[in-house]
């Protein structure tokens, strides 16, 4: 199968083709460190054979974010480093871990936008993911992602909804500016073994904000600036979001782009998969070979087979399906596929994520 032939990305070589997405746990401290629990978590993911883990969105702020990893200061460092010694030494399953930048939200109804922020606190969350990408360094990680999708900071920078008026706005060139500065410096301060991968949305799904047109383009401009890959994602904005009764505040995985950007049970499977070929189409069209991993409601090996096939995606993105079952791929390598326990997409991980509880499968 396809599905089991190496891969290299970047520096990297991954034993298969079957990538774990960030999916936060909330089972980090609620002040950021890396648990027992946790390190068991994705411990358990890696003995199951799959290729890479993207470890769950660390915060590079030191903004409140209860039971979030974070990584905005060194302290951080010891406890990150434990981890990924502990899966390299059991495993050859490679670590990314995603990196995130979020604006501010309280509870009376305010949501900061990009076009707020003045030229100083751009220039503050470059310089926080430069710190954040050596602390990746230190830990001995062997990749970074960078998080340009959904509702967050850079996804906002890059996104038509991006109203501002100076260099980090307007253009393709404006609303990817930050995303360039970020990763010219990274990529000038950490060792050349680390490879920056970015998530983007190849649809907003919400009125005025980027759709495939644009994101092609993106995508280009990303490995124009050396991206190791590309993990393709959807939606989950907060444009769509409905105030939820448990927090009172919006949760941009609740209105339509947020089931687009986690498929619910009423969704049919491979929902976002032609937005990675579209990706994928546009790059090799113009010569960039950078590795494109697909994912939503991929829930089963013949499926995950079909679209590497077809050559739609190079690597099958896997979040849901691991937290159901982490033995997936070794399952499925070893074509006990009626021993996998499937994801029924029933929304009760993500439930769980949105009242800030420890996210786990009912089936698991």
Partial sequence: MKLFEPIKIGRMRLENRIAMTSLVTRL???????TDNLEKHYLRIANGGVGM???EAAAIISR????????CDDKYITSLRNLVKRIHKETRTKLSIQLVHFLK???NGYRQKVEELKSEEIEQIVADFEKA????NEADFDALELHCAHAYTLASFLSLLNRRKDEYGGSLEGRIRIVAEIMQRIKEKVDKELTIGCRINADEFVVGGNTLEQSKHIAIELAKLGVGYVSVSV?????????????????????????????????????NVYLA???????REVGYRV???????????????????????DIIGLARPLLCDPEWPRKAKEGKWDEIINCTYCGGCIDKDSKFEAVSCVRN
């Fill in 235 to 271: 939606g989950g904005k907060y444009e769509d979001a409905p105030i939820l009764s448990d927090t009172g505040l919006p949760w941009p995985y609740s209105g339509y782009s947020g089931h687009r950007c986690m498929p619910r049970a009423y969704m049919p499977y491979c929902v």
């Fill in 53 to 55: 883990i993207t470890v």
């Fill in 64 to 71: 409140r974010s209860p039971f979030n990893l974070k990584i």
């Fill in 133 to 136: 990408a050596l602390r990746v």
């Fill in 105 to 107: 939200l309280s509870r």
């Fill in 277 to 283: 070929e579209d990706i994928r189409r546009a790059l």
């Fill in 291 to 313: 590795p494109i991993i697909a994912a939503g409601k991929i829930p089963t090996p013949d499926l995950a087979e079909s679209i590497l096939q077809k050559r739609k995606a």
């Fill in 28 to 34: 980090a401290t609620e002040d950021g460190f890396v």
